[in-house]
């Protein structure tokens, strides 16, 4: 464990001591975790990011008709 110091303005560091004591925890203890769940957070949506780009991609309908053009659907003269 390495010691560090680091200072805060008094609302953090109320919301700090508030926190820390609600879930039975020192603040130091308090700040590691907080900053090891952080930390966690690119890892965890590279990993689900390289899961979702590794599947094959799908079709999402099996419609032997054509889809509508994109000015048909744009096309707001029918709505006024």
Same mark, same amino acid.
């Given at each position: 464990? *390495?010691? +560090?110091? +680091?200072? %805060?303005?008094? /609302?953090?560091? *109320?919301? %700090? #001591?508030?926190?820390? $004591?609600? *879930? @039975? ?9 907080? %900053?090891?769940e *952080?930390?966690k /957070? &690119? %890892?965890?949506? @590279? /990993? $689900?990011? #390289? #899961? =979702?780009?590794? /599947?094959? &991609? =799908? @079709?999402?309908s099996? #419609?032997?008709?054509?889809? &509508?053009?994109?000015?048909? +659907? ?7």
């Amino acid at each position: 464990m *390495k010691n +560090i110091t +680091i200072t %805060l303005d008094v /609302q953090t560091a *109320k919301w %700090l #001591r508030m926190h820390a $004591a609600e *879930k @039975e925890m020192s603040v130091s203890r308090f700040v590691s975790e907080l %900053l090891r769940e *952080k930390m966690k /957070q &690119p %890892l965890e949506y @590279e /990993q $689900a990011m #390289r #899961r =979702f780009l590794a /599947q094959k &991609p =799908f @079709e999402l309908s099996e #419609r032997t008709e054509s889809m &509508p053009l994109r000015d048909e +659907i744009h096309d707001r003269s029918r709505f006024r």
